[in-house]
């Protein structure tokens, strides 16, 4: 009985240290490939490579990034969706995390509409102009 108790802590632990477990913050954001409203990158990596679409967001401007679609699950897999704040009042980054699988491309769009109403309606004119699309062409080879 000691044993598996023993065990069973041990595996805890290791669990706890590899952040493995419900509501872990994803640590290793890979290559990072930033973008923002009416901007195309390209992005190119190998199979088994990490990466993270970031786009700068203030939330207390009204800033809202979202992802669209998944891309093709055979050439890239979604991990996590984080954000990381600058400063407090200033913003920060929110990063759309994902791992590179086979080879193939992609694409991935990523939207944001500043101050929208319930329908994702820019509220004014300053509004549609910080609105728009993130997009992110992405080659595994």
Same mark, same amino acid.
């Given at each position: 009985?000691?044993?598996? &108790?023993?065990?069973?802590?041990? @595996? @805890?632990?290791?669990?706890?240290? *590899?952040?493995?477990?419900?509501?872990?913050?994803?640590?290793? @954001?890979?290559?990072?490939?930033?973008?923002? #409203? $009416?901007?195309?990158?390209?992005?190119?990596?190998?199979?088994?490579?990490? /990466?993270?679409?970031? =786009?700068?967001?203030?939330?207390?401007?009204?800033?809202?990034?979202?992802?669209?679609? @998944?891309?093709? =699950?055979? =050439?890239?897999?979604?991990?996590?969706?984080?954000? +990381?704040?600058?400063?407090? $009042?200033?913003? $920060?980054?929110?990063?759309? #995390? /994902?791992?590179?699988? +086979?080879? $193939?491309?992609? &694409?991935? *769009?990523?939207?944001?509409?500043?101050?929208?109403?319930?329908? +994702? *309606?820019?509220?004014?004119?300053?509004?549609? +102009?910080?609105?728009?699309?993130?997009? /992110?062409?992405? *080659? =595994?080879?």
């Amino acid at each position: 009985m000691i044993h598996r &108790t023993g065990l069973a802590v041990l @595996l @805890l632990v290791v669990a706890l240290v *590899t952040g493995c477990g419900t509501g872990s913050a994803v640590y290793d @954001l890979g290559t990072i490939v930033h973008g923002g #409203v $009416g901007r195309t990158a390209d992005v190119r990596l190998t199979p088994g490579a990490r /990466f993270s679409l970031a =786009v700068e967001e203030n939330t207390s401007a009204g800033d809202r990034w979202q992802m669209a679609d @998944l891309p093709d =699950v055979m =050439v890239a897999s979604f991990i996590s969706e984080e954000y +990381r704040p600058a400063a407090e $009042g200033a913003g $920060g980054v929110r990063y759309f #995390v /994902f791992n590179a699988k +086979r080879p $193939g491309t992609a &694409t991935v *769009t990523i939207s944001n509409c500043r101050r929208c109403t319930a329908g +994702r *309606t820019p509220a004014d004119e300053q509004s549609r +102009r910080a609105s728009g699309e993130a997009i /992110f062409r992405i *080659t =595994v080879a």
